[in-house]
Structure formats: C-alpha cells, structure tokens
Nanobody
Framework: QVQLVESGGGLVQPGGSLTLSCAPS????????MGWYRQAPGKQRELVAT???????NYADSVKGRFTISRDNAKNTVYLQMNSLKPEDTAVYYCNADRISWPGATYWGQGTQVTVSS
C-alpha cells in the first residue's frame, strides 16, 4: 500500500527553524491538494497548511507569517518551511494528499515529531 513518507522533524529551540518534506513511497494518483496537519498530545488533529496544484495556499491563523508550504507537482512532493518556532508548535506533523477529481484518493503519512524546547 502506497503511503506518504515525512522527514525533517526533530528537536529545535524556540525561535529556530525546521523544514519538513513529504514524498510518496510509490506511484500515487496526482493529488489536487496536499497539506500538513499536526496533533499535539491530548488534542485533536488540526490543519496547518494546504496547497493546491495551482499553488493556492491556506494556513491556520496560528502559523501565518511563520510557516510556508510549497510543492513539486512533478514529484508529488510537499514541503513545510517552519520559522520562528514556538513551544506550542510541538506536535506530530502528518502529510496529506487528496485527489478530489475522479477517481478520488486520500493518502496519509505516518507522521514526524517536531519538538520545540529549550
């Protein structure tokens, strides 16, 4: 079963930066939307950012101005540049790819841990 594979997580000090990457482990149907979600301990999974094939982006208010999402349509790969990280950004970050057009498909990654702490 094809999955998405995230990389780039880790431990960083407050104010630091990390870049997450996500690529499929095999061939997938070209997604219309790719994005990042996160889940902190004891909380529900929440949207961080999404990007369409045409480059339209959407961000959670909590990360606007600090995070930047981008994608490589040829490789079905998505990235998340995270700057000015805060302790409240600590969570497991999940990559998502959605094909809304027919035939539809949804893919998820296993998650990568991001910890912001001094």
């Amino acid at each position: 079963q094809v999955q998405l594979v995230e990389s780039g997580g880790g431990l960083v000090q407050p104010g630091g930066s990390l870049t997450l990457s996500c690529a499929p482990s095999g061939i997938i149907l070209k997604p219309d939307v790719m994005g990042w979600y996160r889940q902190a301990p004891g909380k529900q999974r929440e949207l961080v950012a999404t990007i369409t094939t045409g480059g339209t982006t959407n961000y959670a208010d909590s990360v606007k101005g600090r995070f930047t999402i981008s994608r490589d349509n040829a490789k079905n790969t998505v990235y998340l540049q995270m700057n000015s990280l805060k302790p409240e950004d600590t969570a497991v970050y999940y990559c998502n790819a959605d094909r809304i057009s027919w035939p539809g498909a949804t893919y998820w990654g296993q998650g990568t841990q991001v910890t912001v702490s001094s």
